[in-house]
């Protein structure tokens, strides 16, 4: 096949989803059978032609990167050409991304089947897998910044799902707001990056960063950076991810695993080169990542709701990606980005199915159920082989994605980084190994809690739809098996090796394992004090559809989504092992009152002022100067009496006061 041809065969690949979301959007009242064939089939096109492309491009022998592009419109300055820029990570990015998505639409057709806005949400979650596939294979940096933002509004309509709670549409907004803090900045680097290397496309960008044209390398990157910290959820911009579990559950399952919060650590691995230009700002980097995985996995450890769990793990397994890149090593983060990928939508889509089966998103109320994993046993043990790879535990992927992560940052911090400051590697090194205790000690809690329940049998209601578990099975498979391409991958990625390192390999496991039986013990513990029922724990509608029961738990379980987020539970371990820190864990240590504080207050305050001015100022000289000529107009109206009488008077009244002044004039008086 040729390179043509295969540009050709990649540009269909964000086109068909497009194509199905307008489909969706133009027949979902009129046809509606036509719905979930256009929801499923255009995506599943696009992940069978993503894998074409993939194996053409290098067929895992290292194939030279595709570059295909025209003129998309002159600016007078910096061009913007519509470019395909098909490397090893992005024809496997792209994979993920087509995987993922169609077994979410697969998924969802189950899920939602009886959802009235089924149709609005099929289109956007084909629409978003759009967007995110021109973000992996754009070559030129306007082109990746549309689909860039089509995400986030993408993710505004599509958390507001349930948009009749109060939780989903604050949610919705927080998601949209936060991201565009962030993107601001974005923007304005991406314009001084073209400024300086004298284009928008990556390929140039690329040269210029290696023969040292970058003139602003650390102001430059220090903006991105604050894009990929709102896109991808990281500190100080995490806060809205795990609000964004208002909306339904497959769409978590998309946004975590392979679209919007990846799209952050592909754009840093895709423009490494301009990032190690300036070692401030992979200092910068490491500690971003190393608050970021050790704060959310404190957070983790607190949560009650389960996707808020998962949420903030995706935020600190974020961290262990851009910890690799502050490091230098984008294949070890993107190899970490895809196995996540793949485990973390596995987790979201069985915490569907246990949402569903116990009627309520609360671990307390799940503790307080016996039967649960014998009920969907499906959901029990895929999602059992997931968290062992969230844990990091052999031989599952996360194993060996997170092992390459940790190894790298050893050779950095060891000196065998080239031009990497020792002091990231460090920084990320150490982080890595207190949050691998800490992700294994929340993986233990939730498996323990969500699937060891005591108390009255969970209610039955039959198996799960075939298309729910069918998913589960297939992301199954790169889960417990994906960590054997750490073999093959570097062929496709920069040629460094992504095999587990001894040392690290020893310190992680045992790391793992430390915080899964310190969980255990502590559980063994608090089990027996479950008898107490916590406040805020409940199962909304154990009966009700899939939808239904996330719906009404959102709106009712004020413990995760309400003021008293730390409402206690003695049954709960990870609050027996935080201790006083759990009230500051399970509020994500106040940040949300630390940018109230600081913004939202001030913010409101000075449109308050604004709007004092706008109506006690600039109104007052508004309403004057049409009062003015009114009150001039009604003294003259007065004088126009009708009577002709009045007017020669006033007229010889005039004619005298105009000869005494002419008198007096003349007379030089």
């Given at each position: ?9 990649a ?6 989803p ?6 969706g ?64 990570f ?13 077994c979410?639409?697969?998924?969802s ?20 897998t ?5 973000v ?7 082109v ?13 309509f ?52 290696v ?7 650390t102001?430059i ?6 894009g ?7 500190f ?26 990846a799209?952050?650590?592909y754009?840093?691995a ?58 230098g090593d ?24 246990i949402?569903h ?18 009920r ?6 895929t ?31 060891t000196?065998d ?54 998913v ?5 498979l ?6 054997l ?26 790391c ?18 479950a008898?107490g ?24 379980h ?9 409402a ?52 007052a ?30 007229l ?7 000869a005494?002044?002419?008198?007096l ?5």
């Amino acid at each position: 096949m040729t390179t043509t041809t295969t540009a050709g065969t990649a540009a269909l690949v964000p086109l068909l989803p497009f194509l199905g979301a307008v489909g969706g959007l133009l027949l979902g009242r009129r046809a509606p059978g036509f719905v979930r064939p256009l929801a499923v089939l255009p995506t599943f096109a696009a992940a069978v032609l993503a894998v074409v492309v993939a194996w053409r491009q290098g067929g895992g022998s290292g194939g030279a990167a595709i570059d295909a592009a025209t003129r998309l419109t002159p600016t007078g300055s910096v061009p913007i050409d519509l470019a395909l820029h098909l490397d090893g990570f992005a024809v496997l990015v792209a994979v993920l991304v087509g995987v993922v998505a169609t077994c979410v639409q697969l998924y969802s057709t189950a899920y939602l089947r009886d959802d009235p806005r089924y149709p609005s949400y099929a289109a956007l979650v084909s629409l978003f897998t759009s967007a995110m596939l021109l973000v992996v294979y754009s070559g030129d940096l306007m082109v990746l910044l549309v689909g860039w933002e089509i995400m986030g509004i993408c993710s505004y309509f599509l958390v507001g799902h349930y948009w009749e709670t109060e939780a989903a549409r604050a949610a919705s907004l927080k998601a949209f707001l936060v991201t565009k803090l962030g993107d601001v900045p974005f923007l304005i680097g991406i314009f001084a990056l073209a400024a300086d290397a004298g284009t928008f496309r990556v390929n140039g960008i690329l040269t210029a960063a290696v023969s040292g044209d970058i003139e602003h390398p650390t102001l430059i990157a220090l903006l991105l950076l604050a894009g990929v910290a709102g896109k991808s959820a990281q500190f100080p911009l995490h806060t809205w991810l795990p609000d964004a579990m208002a909306g339904p559950t497959p769409v978590s399952a998309l946004i975590h695993a392979a679209t919007m919060v990846a799209a952050g650590v592909y754009f840093i691995a895709r423009l490494l080169p301009v990032f190690a230009a300036s070692a401030a700002a992979l200092v910068v980097l490491a500690v971003m990542a190393a608050v970021t995985m050790t704060g959310s996995a404190l957070a983790a450890l607190a949560q009650d709701d389960i996707k808020r769990v998962l949420a903030y793990s995706t935020v600190g397994q974020l961290g262990y990606m851009t910890g690799a890149l502050a490091v230098g090593d984008r294949g070890a983060a993107v190899f970490h980005l895809i196995s996540h990928g793949a485990f973390k939508a596995l987790l979201f889509l069985g915490a569907g199915v246990i949402i569903h089966a116990a009627g309520t998103n609360s671990l307390a109320a799940m503790s307080r159920m016996g039967g649960l994993a014998k009920r969907i046993p499906d959901a029990y043990w895929t999602m059992t082989v997931a968290l062992l790879a969230l844990a990091a535990i052999p031989p599952f992927s996360g194993f060996f994605s997170k092992e390459a992560v940790l190894g790298a940052a050893e050779h950095a911090a060891t000196g065998d980084g080239h031009g990497i400051p020792g002091a990231a590697g460090w920084i990320v090194l150490v982080a890595g190994l207190v949050t691998a205790l800490l992700t294994a000690g929340y993986a233990t809690r939730l498996w323990l809690l969500a699937f060891h329940g005591k108390g009255a049998d969970a209610a039955d209601h039959g198996r799960q739809p075939p298309a729910m578990n069918a998913v589960l099975w297939v992301l199954f498979l790169p889960t417990a098996a994906f960590g054997l391409a750490a073999w093959k991958l570097p062929d496709w990625f920069d040629g460094g090796s992504l095999t587990p390192t001894l040392t690290t390999s020893v310190l992680s496991t045992g790391c793992a394992l430390a915080g899964a039986i310190v969980m255990y013990a502590a559980w063994r513990r608090t089990s027996l004090l479950a008898a107490g029922a916590p406040l805020g724990a409940v199962a909304a509608d154990p009966e009700g559809a899939p939808y239904v029961s996330e719906e009404e738990t959102i709106a009712s379980h004020e413990a995760a989504y309400g003021g008293i987020a730390g409402a206690p539970d003695p049954a709960d371990p990870g609050r027996l092992l935080l201790g006083a820190l759990h009230r500051h864990a399970v509020t994500g240590f106040h940040l949300d009152a630390v940018y109230s504080a600081l913004l939202v207050r001030p913010v409101r305050g000075a449109a308050r002022l604004a709007h004092f001015l706008d109506r006690e100022v600039v109104e007052a000289y508004v309403r004057g100067a049409g009062a003015a000529p009114r009150l001039l107009g009604a003294v003259v109206r007065r004088a126009q009496t009708g009577n002709v009488q009045t007017y020669l008077s006033a007229l010889l009244a005039g004619s005298v006061v105009l000869a005494v002044a002419a008198v007096l004039v003349a007379t030089g008086a």
